[in-house]
Nanobody, 120 residues
Framework: QVHVVESGGGLVQAGGSMRLSCAAS????????MGWYRQAPGKQREFIAG???????NYADSVKGRFTISRDNAKNTVYLQMNSLKPVDTAVYYC??????????????WGQGTQVTVSS
């Protein structure tokens, strides 16, 4: 019914940059929010950045000043620009799309995940 596809991951050296993309398609009534999460091996999935509709953009302290989240409403797409990457940023990155089907009726849809590896 709803498809969420990520792209843009790969291998990059420390200090480099990378941009991730996440596009939603299918039966979409209204998108309430979009966000990015990551999960390193042996770690819990953690929140990175979020951009709600009509709300304030939020960033985790670990990426504040280095990562930038943005969206293209016409394409139902969210982006994550990552600069000054560090080896500690190595993880699988996931996007989340929050879709509203009516008042008090929301569902979360996740991308398939994309591996980002930062080498020394």
């Amino acid at each position: 019914q709803v498809h969420v596809v990520e792209s843009g991951g790969g291998l990059v050296q420390a200090g480099g940059s990378m941009r991730l993309s996440c596009a939603a398609s299918g039966s979409i009534f209204s998108i309430n929010a979009m966000g990015w999460y990551r999960q390193a091996p042996g770690k819990q999935r953690e929140f990175i950045a979020g951009i709600p509709s009509g709300g304030i953009i939020n960033y985790a302290d670990s990426v504040k000043g280095r990562f930038t989240i943005s969206r293209d409403n016409a394409k139902n797409t969210v982006y994550l620009q990552m600069n000054s990457l560090k080896p500690v940023d190595t993880a699988v990155y996931y996007c989340k799309i929050v879709i509203a089907w009516g008042p008090r009726n929301e569902y979360d849809y996740w991308g398939q995940g994309t591996q980002v590896t930062v080498s020394s």
